[in-house]
Each structure stands twice: as structure tokens, then as C-alpha cells.
């Protein structure tokens, strides 16, 4: 008698473990460990942009500098046409300077939906950088693989801010919490821009998309590609870095 219920006792044990490893985790807690993955303080990062068009491919090179989620500064080193160019992002403020024109422009209103250097990102996406979970409501909608990684995916739709993309459909790593695809919708339900993650790299502890292609539904072109080829988290960075007379240094 006490044999059996020993026995008994041991199979509900793993009735109970079993449902519960099969219990998905909540779709608030997916994307909590994703922004925690995704956001840091300070980088330093070094990138290449491949813009496919539908006649032929250019590649821009640029260095950002990047503190938190309200201050940004980037400036492109090639090729010559583009070098020299900067961005400066405060908040929900963007400007750009020209070297050629020596002139520097506030980007706001309708100019935020404009291509940036003709690629698929437009100056509203490098502007968004918030935590998706805080402007996000998400749920799990199913599990799919995506670059041979088992993956949860999420449904987003925004909390009522005014946002970039008002829902996004997400694919997240089960093991590293990292994006591995996205599509973008607008509050019609019609897709506007896709992305594709095609490397993850580990760097200092965090699981960093390396290599990604950004695609607007909207235009011709095969996409952008956009290559991190270095990054440095926790980078110190002088504050003069993020301030309007930079753009003009």
C-alpha cells in the first residue's frame, strides 16, 4: 500500500512538472527579458548599411554613440558623398547637418516618415527606442522556428501612444530573449515593414543582432542590410558628444 502511493505520488510529480514545462511563460515576462536583452546605457557602435535598390546596391559606414534611450549621435565615414554627415538625437528631437550645404535641419512632423539615405529605415524608426513593454499591450500567439532557433511569438499592439507602427508581430529566441524576425503593421492591419535577422553575435554578456535586413513593403529594392561590425557596451562617452554644436564639428 505504501508502495503505490509512493508510486502515485511520484507520477503526479511529473504530470505536474511536465505541464508546467510545457506552460509557455507570459507574454509580459517575454518581452520584459527581451527589452533587458535589447537596452543598454552606453555603446559605441561601428556599422555598415547595404542599400539593395532595384538598379544597384551602396553601402554607407557610420559611428554612433548612443547613451540610454534619449540621446543619440551618429556620423557617417563613407563613402565620400555621405561622409561627414551627422545625426543627433535628443528625446523626441532629431536633427541633421549637411557639410556641403553647412546647414543643419530639425527633422520633425511629416519629414519623420522620410528614408534615411534612400535606405528602408525611416527617421521615425531611429527615433523609436523605447522598451516594447511599455508601449506595447503583447500576448503569445504561437511557436515557430526562425534560423533553427525554437521561438515564442508575439502579438503587440500599442497601448494608445502615438507609436511608429500601432501593432508588430514579433519572433523571440526561447533561450536568448533576442528579435530574430518582425513585421510592422499600420492601425489599418496593412504591412509596412519587415526585418530579418541573419547573425547574433554575444558581446560583453548580451546577445547583439549583428546582422539584419530592414525591408519597407512600400518601396521597390531588395531591402537593407544593416552590419554592427563593432560595439562596445558601457562606453565612456563625454557628454559634449550630444549637444547641436557637435553636428557642426
Known sequence: MKKTCVCAMLAMAFLVSRTMAQTPPSAESILARTDQNAVSGNKIILSAMT??????????????WIQGKDKAFTEYLAPAREKGIKMLKLGDQLWTYSPDADRTISISGHM???SVMGSDLSYEDMLEDRELQTIYNARVVGEETVLERPCWVLELTSKGEEVAYYSRK??????????LKEEMYAKSNKLLKTLEVKSVIRVQGRWVQNVLVFKDVLKGGEGTEFKITAIEFEAAIPEYIFSKASLRK
Do not use: P, Y
Not at 542599400?51 to 546596391?57: N, P
Not at 514579433?170 to 528579435?179: M, S
Open 112 to 114: 519623420l516618415r522620410q
Open 170 to 179: 514579433v519572433w523571440v529566441d526561447k533561450e536568448r530573449f533576442v528579435v
Open 51 to 64: 542599400i539593395h535598390g532595384r538598379r544597384d546596391s551602396r553601402s554607407i559606414s557610420s559611428k554612433s
